[in-house]
């Protein structure tokens, strides 16, 4: 298997428990690829990439009885959104948009800004926990074969078919939207308040080199809908000991499987002889033969970069250079002498303890994709940030914090005037942090270390082409018996023995 992502370590561990015996390969020392905790800053341990859990499938902590292994999960209570002196009903120091996993108090929150949005919300919810619970099982379907001629395969969808004509005509109507709106077209259906409507629509562009306002982000959206913990739809929360946990949870279920695993061991070629994949040559020069080879690294680096140049049907090739990743993401991670302080809220509170959303309106995640488009990384930034050092305090030295934040955007492929990303970090870093003090204006005055990625740190540190966090876009022509290719979605390749178990693949 390579890579030890959460998903190689997955198949790694599911293959042990049936009798094989799997080896792991990774690049790096750390364990988990994206999913990794890393001291940067001394004695401050940070969720380098992925920082949050949602979409880690129930079943799959379930049959590898993961909280036995480690796996911890703290709950996250909540998105706030400060606005800027000014904004809002409230007068003063700035207004706020605070919903929490206390439904009766988001609803008091939101009729502070509209009666009708606090009625809305109940409506909006319920129907998009039904839309979750319709599309989710499509994870566990293995996707048909458009171009084949085996019927069996098109069983599940079938039965996803007959779900859909069951559905009332309110909410088929309402998935049709779902997979052709935008999403803020798709939100304001029901919301007139904009940091809200702002707010809820960033979901759709996570990991996308779209807007808000581009068509097919509110399927992004209810992709986000489909995570759960503990059986909530829509529950978000921080691994204790960071993402990391997660891995090392993972990796201890498949080491307790049978399985092996060997970190700061990349792969260089995997070897194919006679048309089928028969191992894998490390960097070191080291051949491992093996029976089957699987690569949870994404499609374009499994097929174009370690197979032979020639292995692959040229058609095939083509149709591997053609999906899209466009990275559009970045990273900043803070460590902090004390917490920040918001404007709009000032002092030490339970609104740091959940996500903190820099999304004040429609307008402005709009202008950062407008920036994006043209090969700069947002001006001002949409940024999701979390303190896990509040539920978490063991990430820190005592009285010290830890500030992830996730940005959007910073597209991969920056316009050739700007120089490259390795000239650009540190500069992408202060616009981070400026934007950040429009709201927080002490954050500036409480960093003691900081950690920039970019698109290409992501890509050179994780492996992720082009830093696309899903190993691939989760635009609709990408999804499902599409992804990666279509007639080739089944993990399956043309190279016999060689298979697919990363993010390129669907689920």
């Known amino acids: 298997v390579i890579g030890a992502g959460h998903n190689g370590l997955t198949a790694a561990a599911y293959l042990a428990r049936g009798g094989l015996k799997p080896l792991v390969l990774e690049q790096s020392e750390y364990l988990g690829g994206a999913a990794v905790t890393g001291e940067v800053v001394p004695g401050f341990r940070f969720s380098m990439a992925s920082y949050v859990v949602s979409l880690l499938r129930p079943e799959i902590i379930r049959e590898l009885d993961l909280p036995r292994h480690g796996l911890d999960i703290l709950p996250l209570d909540g998105t706030f959104t400060p606005l800027h002196p000014g904004e809002g009903p409230k007068a003063g120091g700035g207004d706020y948009l605070w919903r929490v996993n206390d439904h009766g108090r988001t609803i008091r929150e ?36 458009p171009t084949g001629n085996d019927p069996r395969e098109w069983l599940p969808v079938a039965g996803l078919a007959r779900s859909f004509q069951a559905m009332p005509a309110r909410e088929q109507a309402v998935f049709i939207q779902l997979m052709t709106m935008s999403a803020v077209d798709f939100l304001r259906q029901w919301f007139e308040t904009d940091p809200l409507i702002a707010t809820m629509s960033a979901s759709g562009i996570i990991g996308t080199y779209l807007g808000v306002q581009s068509p097919g982000t509110a399927y992004v959206l209810l992709h986000h809908y489909m995570g759960e913990i503990d059986g909530a739809f829509r529950a978000w929360g921080i691994p204790k000991g960071g993402t990391g946990g997660i891995s090392l949870a993972i990796a201890s279920a498949a080491r307790a499987a049978g399985a092996d695993i060997r970190t700061e061991s990349p792969v ?7 048309g089928r994949a028969t191992g894998v040559i490390l960097e070191s020069g080291e051949e491992i033969a093996a029976s089957v080879v699987l690569s949870s690294a994404d499609v374009r680096r499994t097929m174009i970069e370690l197979l032979e140049p020639g292995t692959l049907d040229p058609g095939f ?23 920040p302080e918001f404007t709009c809220l000032p002092g030490e509170g339970e609104h740091l303890r959940g996500a903190m959303s820099i999304s004040p309106s429609v307008d402005d995640m709009e202008r950062a994709y407008d920036d994006a488009k043209y090969g700069h990384w947002s001006r001002r930034p949409y940024i999701d940030m979390i303190i896990p050092t ?33 000239d650009n970090r540190e ?22 270390g900081r950690q920039v990625l970019t698109p290409l740190d992501m890509e050179r540190r994780i492996g ?17 018996f599409n992804r990666p290719v279509p007639g080739w979605a089944r993990f399956r390749t043309p190279v016999r023995d060689l298979w697919l178990c990363g993010s390129s693949t669907h689920p």
């Open 110 to 145: 939101l009729r502070r800004w509209s009666l009708s949005d606090a009625e809305a919300y109940e409506e909006y919810g319920q129907l998009m926990v039904e839309m979750a619970r319709f599309i989710k099982p499509i994870l566990s379907i293995l996707p048909p074969d």
């Open 268 to 274: 260089a070629r995997i070897v194919v002889r006679g």
């Open 317 to 339: 090739e083509a149709e591997v250079r053609r999906f899209k990743f466009r990275g559009s993401s970045g990273k900043v991670n803070l460590a902090l002498d004390r917490l």
């Open 390 to 422: 509040l539920v978490d305090p063991g990430m820190a030295p005592p009285g010290k914090h830890v500030l992830s934040c996730f940005v959007q955007y910073a597209p991969y492929k920056l316009d050739p005037s700007l120089g490259t990303w390795d």
């Open 427 to 448: 500069a992408f870093g202060d616009t981070v942090i400026d934007r950040i003090a429009e709201f927080a204006p002490n954050i500036r005055d409480i960093i003691v």
């Open 464 to 480: 992720l082409t082009e830093g696309n966090i899903f190993q691939g876009e989760l635009t609709l022509e990408q999804l499902f």
